[in-house]
T-cell receptor, first 117, second 112 residues
Framework: GAVVSQHPSRVICKSGTSVKIECRSL??????MFWYRQFPKKSLMLMAT?????????EQGVEKDKFLINHASLTLSTLTVTSAHPEDSSFYIC?????????????FGPGTRLTVL | QQQVKQSPQSLIVQKGGIPIINCAYE??????FPWYQQFPGKGPALLIA?????SEKKEGRFTISFNKSAKQFSLHIMDSQPGDSATYFC???????????FGGGTRVLVKP
């Protein structure tokens, strides 16, 4: 099956710093990637849709200036949490839509655990 | 209207039992219903998925039953094993933007 990777898997940072998380589709091209946030023992909440070569679209209530998304190539999307605060601590998961495969399938990355001190 | 309601929140079965997880939705525009399995600290993995024009789909030990008129669908795990212990999420896709809305999740524990 299609593989999506995320880097880093875990990151701890100080309050006020910015953190970049990478999402890569390893064996397929993804014109569309999605970023989710998951709190402990909770469901996945869609934050934004990342479109290759264009601006990301954000879900209602998600601050676009806080969570910067860049999708510069067909295999890479990045999420930057700017001026992170403890309430941004969460599990961030990306998914990628296989452009050349089954149109309905989203493949998920392994997630990135962000802890803001 | 965008919500997907999932029940139960948790489930304990003995090895060989059949955990059943139910989901309900309101938005009739949803056109694709996948199920995901998630282990602690990992991303969700696609298990099986169904379209609303199909009433049942089986893949290995996993079966989805779909009731379009009731706007409900369920996952059955046949001959469950301890390795199936995980959190299971149903989801529904909005055609516009291919966005998924997830249910709240069900933690399944299969006892040896």
């Amino acid at each position: 099956g299609a593989v999506v990777s995320q880097h880093p898997s875990r990151v701890i940072c100080k309050s006020g710093t910015s953190v970049k998380i990478e999402c890569r589709s390893l064996d397929f091209q993804a014109t569309t990637m999605f970023w989710y946030r998951q709190f402990p023992k909770k469901s996945l909440m869609l934050m934004a849709t990342s479109n290759e070569g264009s601006k990301a679209t954000y879900e209602q209530g998600v601050e676009k200036d806080k969570f910067l998304i860049n999708h510069a190539s067909l295999t890479l999307s990045t999420l930057t949490v700017t001026s992170a605060h403890p309430e941004d601590s969460s599990f961030y998961i990306c998914s990628a839509r296989d452009h050349g495969g089954l149109p309905d399938t989203q493949y998920f990355g392994p997630g990135t655990r962000l802890t803001v001190l | 209207q965008q919500q997907v309601k999932q029940s139960p929140q948790s489930l304990i079965v003995q090895k060989g039992g059949i955990p059943i997880i139910n989901c309900a939705y309101e938005n009739t525009a949803f056109d694709y219903f996948p199920w995901y399995q998630q282990f602690p600290g990992k991303g969700p993995a696609l298990l099986i998925a169904i379209r609303p024009d199909v009433s049942e789909k089986k893949e290995g030990r996993f079966t989805i039953s779909f009731n379009k008129s009731a706007k409900q669908f369920s996952l059955h795990i046949m001959d469950s094993q301890p390795g199936d212990s995980a959190t299971y999420f149903c989801a529904a896709r909005r055609p516009a933007g291919n966005k998924l809305t997830f249910g709240g999740g069900t933690r399944v524990l299969v006892k040896p």
